[in-house]
C-alpha cells in the first residue's frame, strides 16, 4: 500500500511523523495535495459565465428544452414557455398546469418591463355564503373548493403570442415527448418532505385513484428512478396541438385557438363535470370568461438598481417595501449577516410585510394605495418605528393614505408558515431579452389529479378569507386571490440586468430581497448570493390558510455562529435553528450591462433538501 495509507485515521498524523522523522519532511509530503488553501468561502456549485444565453429552472430536463428551443431560433420567452411545460409535468410535487404563472418580461429592443398577471381567479359561485353553508368558517387548502380556474396555459399562451416566435407546437415538444415516452423519478417528486408521492401513497390510494393511477405503481409509489408515462397529459397537449394546425400558417390566430380550445373546448368540459362530480363551484362557464392581463409592474430604486416587480395581488411589491425601509439604515456598514444587520433587516421585513396583510388584495376589486405605501416620506416613518436594540411582538401596519408610520390598533388585520409548491425559471437569451417566470400552485399533495387531463386542478383560493368582510382579500366572485408567488427582474444603471426568483411561500421575498442585498451591498457573485446562509421571520399571518403567525420568530441556518444567534436571542428575537441548506431555494441569471458577459445559478439547497434538481445553464 502507498507509504501514507493507514487504517486508524485518528493517529495517521502522529504515526507520519513517526515514520519520516521530521516536520520538514511532512511538509514535503504534502506537495501531492491537489489543493492546500481553505475552501470553505468557495460555493458548492461553479460561478457559470457565458456569452450567448442562460436557462436556469428547478430541473435539468426542463432547462435542456430551455436551451434546446434557443437552438432552434426561438426568444427567452419561447424557452421559459417550453421549460415550463416541462417543469409541470416532472415536478408536479411544486407545480402543475393547475396552478398560476406570474411573469416579468423585459424585451431588450425596448427595455420596457412587462407584468403577466398570471393569477388564477375564483368562480362565480364563491363568495363567504357559499363556503359556510358548507359548514366551513375558512377556505379549505386543498380539494375541489380550493381550486380557481387554472391560470397557467392562458398565461404561457398570452406571453407566447406577444413576445415568442415560436408555434405552440414546437415550444411543447419537449414535454410532449416526456409526457408520452416517461420520465424517471426524481428525489423530489418521490421523497419530498410531505409532498412526495411516497409520503402521499396512502391519501392517493383512499381518496384520489386519478392520482393513485398515476403515480403510483401496483398500490405503491413510484421509485426513484422509475419512469412515469403521463397519457393522459400527451393526449391533453396533442388536442391542443390540433386546433393550432387547424390554423396552420398564421401563428397569433393558432396561439389564440390553442387558449380557445383549453378554456372553452374538451378540456372546459371535463373539469366543469370533474368539479360538479366533487360538489366543487368551479363551471365551465368560469373558463370562458378567464383572461389573462398585461400589466406595468411595480418598481422601486435601491442603491444603482431599479427592482421590478408585479402588482399587489401578488407579495412582490413587499420586498420593494423592505428595500425602501432598509434604504434609510446603513446595512453595509453593519457587517453581512452581523448580528446588527440581522435584526435590523427582519424588524424591516416584519414592517412590511405587516402592511402585505394589511393591504394586499386584487387591485381590480379593492383600493390597494400601492404609490403611498412605496413614498419615501412612509418609509423613513416606517424605518423610524424600529428599535435598534429590540425586537418587536406585535403586527404594526402604517397608515400610507395619511403617511402616518402607524395604524391604530383598533384597525388592524391579522393575528389570529410558509408553504412549499413553487419553482421559477429565469432565461437570458443572445438578444439580450430576460424573463423572470414563477409557476406554482396545482400541486398533487392538494388536489386528485382530472384523470383526463393528467394533471390536479390549483389550490390558490385558499389564501383567501371569509371574514371580516373588510379584509382586502375576502373571497369574492372572479376575484383574483393574493399570492406568494413572486418573480422579481432588476436594471442596474438603467440597462436590464438580473432576472431571479424562488419557492418558499411567505419566505420568497424575504430570500430574494437578502440575495439582492447580497450582490448589491455586498458585492457578492450570482452563485455567492445564492449559497449565503439566509433566514426568514414569521412573525406575520402566512398568507395560506389557516393564517397563523408566530411573533419574533426567526427561523435561520446554522451557519450562522451562536455568538450571533445568542445576540439576537437577548434582543427579542425567537430564534429556531432550521436545517442547513433549507432557507432560499434560489434562481438567477444576469447580463453585465457592460461587458454583455452573462452570470447564472442556481441553488444546492434544492438538491440538499430533496426538493427539485434545479439546473442552470450559461454559454
Known amino acids: 500500500p502507498p507509504p501514507f495509507f493507514f487504517s486508524n485515521h485518528t493517529t495517521s498524523y502522529e504515526m507520519l511523523r513517526s515514520l519520516v522523522g521530521s516536520e520538514m519532511c511532512i511538509r514535503d509530503s504534502m506537495s501531492r495535495a491537489f489543493r492546500q488553501n481553505n475552501t470553505s468561502q468557495n460555493t458548492y456549485y461553479p460561478k457559470l459565465l457565458g456569452t450567448h444565453c442562460a436557462v436556469a429552472t428547478e430541473h435539468y430536463l426542463a432547462t435542456k428544452a430551455g436551451a434546446d428551443?434557443?437552438?432552434?431560433?426561438?426568444?427567452?420567452?419561447?424557452?421559459?414557455v417550453g421549460a415550463t411545460f416541462v417543469e409541470s409535468l416532472v415536478n408536479p410535487q411544486m407545480f402543475t398546469l393547475g396552478g398560476e404563472c406570474p411573469m416579468l418580461i423585459c424585451m431588450a429592443k425596448t427595455q420596457q418591463v412587462i407584468a403577466v398577471n398570471g393569477n388564477t381567479a375564483a368562480p362565480g359561485q364563491a363568495t363567504p355564503e357559499a363556503y359556510l353553508q358548507r359548514g366551513l368558517n375558512e377556505v379549505p387548502d386543498e380539494g375541489i373548493l380550493a381550486g380557481g380556474v387554472p391560470a397557467v396555459i392562458g398565461a404561457l399562451l398570452t406571453a407566447l403570442s406577444r413576445f415568442g416566435k415560436l408555434s405552440f407546437s414546437e415550444v411543447i415538444e419537449p414535454a410532449l415527448d416526456y409526457a408520452k415516452n416517461g420520465f424517471p423519478v426524481h428525489t423530489g417528486l418521490y421523497a419530498q418532505e410531505k409532498y412526495g408521492i411516497r409520503d402521499l401513497e396512502d391519501k392517493f390510494l383512499k381518496h384520489w385513484p386519478g392520482s393513485a393511477k398515476l403515480y403510483l405503481s401496483?398500490?405503491?409509489?413510484?421509485?426513484?428512478?422509475?419512469?412515469?408515462?403521463?397519457?393522459?397529459?400527451?393526449?391533453?397537449?396533442?388536442?391542443?396541438?390540433?386546433?393550432?394546425?387547424?390554423?396552420?400558417?398564421?401563428r397569433e390566430k393558432g396561439l389564440k385557438s390553442v387558449v380557445d380550445a383549453f378554456y372553452k373546448g374538451d378540456p372546459a368540459t371535463e373539469i366543469e363535470r370533474f368539479s360538479t362530480e366533487r360538489n366543487g363551484l368551479l363551471t365551465r362557464a368560469d373558463l370562458e370568461s378567464f383572461e389573462t392581463h398585461f400589466e406595468e409592474p411595480v418598481s422601486l430604486e435601491f442603491e444603482d438598481t431599479r427592482v421590478f416587480k408585479c402588482g399587489p395581488w401578488n407579495q412582490g411589491p413587499v420586498m420593494l417595501q423592505a428595500l425602501s425601509i432598509m434604504g434609510n439604515i446603513n446595512l453595509k456598514d453593519m457587517g453581512h449577516n452581523s448580528e446588527e444587520y440581522l435584526h435590523w433587516t427582519t424588524e424591516a421585513f416584519k414592517l412590511a410585510f405587516a402592511d402585505r396583510e394589511q393591504y394586499y388584495g386584487d387591485p381590480m376589486q379593492v383600493d390597494v394605495p400601492i404609490q403611498e405605501l412605496l413614498s419615501k416620506d412612509y418609509s423613513r416613518k416606517r424605518a423610524a418605528l424600529i428599535d435598534e436594540e429590540l425586537a418587536n411582538s406585535e403586527l404594526r401596519p402604517g397608515n400610507p393614505m395619511e403617511q402616518e408610520g402607524l395604524l391604530p390598533v383598533e384597525k388592524r388585520l391579522g393575528g389570529e408558515s410558509w408553504g412549499h409548491g413553487t419553482v421559477h425559471v429565469d432565461v437570458i437569451d443572445e438578444e439580450g431579452n430576460m424573463v423572470a417566470f414563477t409557476p406554482s400552485g396545482g400541486w398533487i399533495r392538494s388536489a386528485e389529479v382530472v384523470p383526463s387531463l393528467g394533471f390536479p386542478l390549483g389550490n390558490r383560493l385558499m389564501t383567501f378569507y371569509l371574514k371580516p368582510e373588510h379584509?382586502?382579500?375576502?373571497?369574492?366572485p372572479f376575484k383574483r386571490p393574493r399570492t406568494t408567488i413572486s418573480p422579481s427582474l432588476a436594471f442596474k444603471n438603467?440597462?436590464?440586468?438580473?432576472?431571479?426568483?424562488?419557492?418558499?411561500?411567505?419566505?420568497?421575498?424575504q430570500w430574494q430581497c437578502q440575495f439582492f442585498l447580497n450582490r448589491i451591498l455586498f458585492d457578492m457573485s450570482v452563485q455567492e448570493a445564492i449559497e449565503a446562509p439566509k433566514f426568514s421571520s414569521e412573525h406575520f399571518p402566512g398568507f395560506f390558510s389557516?393564517?397563523?403567525?408566530?411573533?419574533?420568530l426567526l427561523r435561520i441556518e446554522p451557519?450562522?455562529?451562536?455568538?450571533?444567534?445568542?445576540?439576537?436571542?437577548?434582543?427579542?428575537?425567537?430564534?429556531?435553528v432550521g436545517a442547513d441548506w433549507s432557507e432560499g431555494y434560489l434562481l438567477a441569471a444576469a447580463k453585465d450591462p457592460q461587458s454583455g458577459v452573462l452570470e447564472a445559478g442556481c441553488d444546492p439547497r434544492g438538491t440538499k433538501g430533496d426538493v427539485f434538481p434545479a439546473s442552470v445553464l450559461c454559454w
Not at 471 to 476: D, K, V
Not at 566 to 573: I, M
Open 69 to 80: 428551443l434557443l437552438g432552434i431560433g426561438g426568444n427567452a420567452v419561447d424557452a421559459a
Open 218 to 250: 401496483e398500490g405503491k409509489a413510484t421509485k426513484i428512478g422509475q419512469v412515469i408515462i403521463n397519457s393522459a397529459f400527451a393526449d391533453m397537449l396533442n388536442y391542443l396541438k390540433s386546433k393550432e394546425k387547424s390554423n396552420s400558417g398564421d
Open 471 to 476: 379584509h382586502p382579500n375576502i373571497i369574492a
Open 494 to 509: 438603467n440597462c436590464p440586468w438580473m432576472v431571479f426568483g424562488s419557492m418558499g411561500g411567505d419566505q420568497q421575498d
Open 546 to 552: 389557516p393564517h397563523d403567525r408566530f411573533p419574533n
Open 559 to 576: 451557519r450562522i455562529s451562536t455568538d450571533i444567534l445568542d445576540g439576537l436571542t437577548r434582543r427579542g428575537h425567537k430564534i429556531a
